[in-house]
């Protein structure tokens, strides 16, 4: 898998691209029952979900690994954040049947244990998370609550054994005409 760096002009650098290894199926949450399949979980906002779409991330995966037997779940939401804002807006659908309301007027962290409940259903070995592009558009204290959140996950996930991938936000494309406002956004996106 690899990842690009944002170069000072805010386009990718491609001279720090680096690449990991994929990890060995099987074992990374403790279950007894797995098997040889490397599971490989899709989790974030708008960027993520759309990859369901056009699996170009699955594709290319799959070229580049032709011996392993991989599997991929999207839990990906459109809007979403990295504490699950987007998956409060349905409620307890999956023990009430026909209730797909917000479970009350302040869902707490409601979405957050949601999206922490849907990582634990898949049982991904790699789970690669692609939040943060939202935030580009936002002040300081959005960043700010972003990067607390980011930790709180990266945190709540860690005892899972799950194998981490962050996926920066692609940069926004800059043309003569709006390089201020595009570049402060690329600034953020990094």
């Known amino acids: ?6 170069g000072a002009a805010g386009q ?4 720090s691209f680096q690449t990991i ?4 199926a099987g074992g990374t949450q403790g279950h007894v029952d797995r098997d040889d399949r490397l599971r490989i979980a899709f989790l974030g906002n708008t960027l993520m979900h759309r990859e369901s779409e056009f699996g170009i991330v699955e594709s290319e995966l799959t070229r580049l690994f032709p011996d392993r037997d991989l599997v991929f779940r999207n839990i990906g939401w459109p809007g979403d954040t990295v504490r699950g804002d987007a998956r409060t807006e349905f409620g307890p659908g999956e023990t009430e049947l026909g209730n797909w309301q917000r479970p009350d007027r302040d869902p707490g962290d409601y979405g957050y244990y949601k999206l922490l409940a849907q990582i634990k259903r898949e049982h991904p070995d790699v789970l690669l998370v692609g939040y943060g592009s939202n935030v580009a558009f936002g002040d300081d204290r959005q960043l700010e609550r972003f ?3 980011l930790d709180r996950l990266l945190t709540d996930l860690k005892p899972t054994g799950v194998r981490i991938v962050l996926l920066s936000p692609p940069p926004r494309e800059i043309r003569a005409a709006s390089r201020g406002h595009l570049q402060q956004q690329n600034d953020r996106l990094k």
């Not at 290894?21 to 060995?24: A, F, G, I, Q, V």
């Open 21 to 24: 290894d994929l990890p060995s």
């Open 12 to 15: 990718a650098d491609y001279a």
């Open 1 to 6: 898998l690899g990842k690009y760096i944002f």
């Open 147 to 149: 990067r607390e959140g």
